[in-house]
């Protein structure tokens, strides 16, 4: 008997017929005789929904109300699942995060759990009942209601399948796993049969939504065998666990982010530090910065150019300019037409002729790069927004296409 | 400076325009220098919805699971409200039953209340915070989340302005107070400005909808000064207390309800004891027994009818068929066709006649009357459905309208 962890999106929730599907993916699972812990999404659009009623009385509006009112969506499924469980004849009970004992830091809208008791949970397992678990949400040490931000049943799911030691955490979605490029660009995408928490982590962070990014650091962290799954069709998806038999094409997938605007701070005085400053001050504001690339000097200035999310361009902007006196450069550019291709493999940096071939594909396919960035297992190239889809097809094609 | 609980119902709270008139009432006393307590039904039609959604994926659903999937209703109301206060710049928290620590028997859908915990509402207030409470709902020794049945969130407000000893519990309603009879009915019912618990009791137990009725035993059990007054309208509503001035018609008001059905066991043998056998069996069924007529009997038989609500007539039938052998009678008549109409005073049983006169209006106006019955504070008798409404006037212009 083993102790499975199930989680399911809110379009795998979204009616009652979905629901039932679901109940019998769970009845299914509980009949081999494994114990089940299941964690649920708000229905379909309940969430935002619920974020329009708040924003039409107080766009402004705390955000320990937001989560107050945004961890109903999370209750009413586990509830309405729980339901079609009893119907189909499975014992069932359904869970808030205060009644589990999921415990999280004060962060509203953002929080990270810290402990989950075991008590309540164990006890309904022990009665052979499935226990269903509003995802999302958690409880912080006043008794209030949090939330984990975007994607937080994902880290719902695993943080319970870390603390229970699940022997596995199933990841439900409208996918059936985890492709080697987006199949909307690239038809021919294959299906991974596994992939390394490393590779996740960066496929994740480079624009593949598969999996919440933090989901994904905590099974690293805690060893939690996971599989991303689709709940429509019944076929293996695809593994995420620490070492996988690599392949010889020595990367796992192709993955494009364009909601990433450039940042260049042009005329830059030379004088030690100025890198510190600059990113402590667009960290203070909450600025999240990815590729830093820094030019060598012309002259006595010099120009440190870097990416930011769209939504954060202003705002760095903004920042950036406030402290033109202090920071001493020439003036801002920026553009955000541009977007970033990224090839992620566990083997790559073994091999040196990986990130060769990326730049090879692209220089046959016409496009021009403007930076580049790197990590272990990863590389990054920012080019036109407009040959972004061209670039992953080209990019995929050298790997996985050419014999 | 005073402590004041103020309650509103589900169509207080229906909308973003509703929802901001009700954070202007609340914070209209909170800036008078007095603690605010307030307690919010779900919005509009929001739990039959959540029932609806309910029944379509299992019409036989758990009672545990049924409450948790109810209570969200409230949560959302108090969270989207204290965002309004938190717009018009009134500090506020929203609590669920469970922060609050409302504390329940385990009696799912029906729960009673044993005990509400002081600590985290006093610190809210404490510091200057209006403290929005989820009505309806209550948390049993388990951490299982109770509901408290049709209504009851007018218990929940006067359970909170009991505990915290408050000095007023208003209860905002759509109407503006306690009328001596449905106006729908009597265009001219008169408003009352004061009605005693019990005078409210039998009214609310007779068909008058104002007021939960187990509210009103908790108010008078624990002299809550009740206040039932209009959300919608600025103006004085109706006091509920415990001694009343009395005014000269002797009768606070006229109430109907046309939701019973008449039982008639015909042909009972005379043996001792079947009564008590009758009511027994029916109890056991959960089936609520309101008059009972023992006729004389006629020779070596006797009649017993009684009323019970609408919905468990088939139920009563059933009974009573099953247990014919039993209980020894010859046939069961039903009459699903009748009504109910009774007025209500504390002053009443001192003025013999009171009762009299009710039945002289029923005289005048032709009406024939099935069946009486009598406490206190109140008669009620039984007559044909379609003379109620009429039997309603007549008895009102009656008491109300002569001289």
Known sequence: MSLIVQKFGGSSVRDTQRIFH??????????????????LSAQGDTT??????????NPHASKREMDMLLSTGEQISVALCAMALEKIGVPAVSLAAWQVGIQSNSVHSDARIKRIDEE???????????VLVAGFQAVNKNGDVTTLGRGGSDTSAVALAASFQADLCQIYTDVDGIYTCDPRIVPNARKL????????????????????????????????????LSSLEKKPGTKVKEVVKMEKTNIAGVAKDTSVA???????????GVAFQVFSLLGKANINVDVIIQSIGRGDTKDISFTVHKKDLEDAQQVLEDNKDVLKFDHVAVDDKIGKVSIVGAGMMSNAGVAAKMFEALYEAGINIQMINTSEIRVSVLIDENDVDRAVRAVHAKFFDEP
Not at 22 to 39: C, L, P, Q, S, W
Not at 48 to 57: C, R
Not at 120 to 130: D, F, H, I, M
Not at 263 to 271: F, I, R, T
């Open 22 to 39: 679901v109940a019998e993916i769970i009845a299914e699972t509980y009949k081999a005789g494994n114990d089940v812990i299941v964690v």
């Open 48 to 57: 935002d929904e619920l974020i329009g009623k708040a924003n039409e009385i």
């Open 120 to 130: 309540r949970v164990r006890g309904e397992l022990n009665q052979r009942k499935v």
């Open 193 to 228: 049969e596994a992939i390394t928490y490393d590779e996740m982590l960066e496929l994740a962070s480079q624009g593949a939504q598969v999996l919440h990014n933090r989901s994904v650091e905590l099974a690293k962290k805690y060893h939690v065998n996971l599989e991303v």
């Open 262 to 272: 450039r940042v260049a701070l042009v005329g830059l005085q030379h004088n030690p």
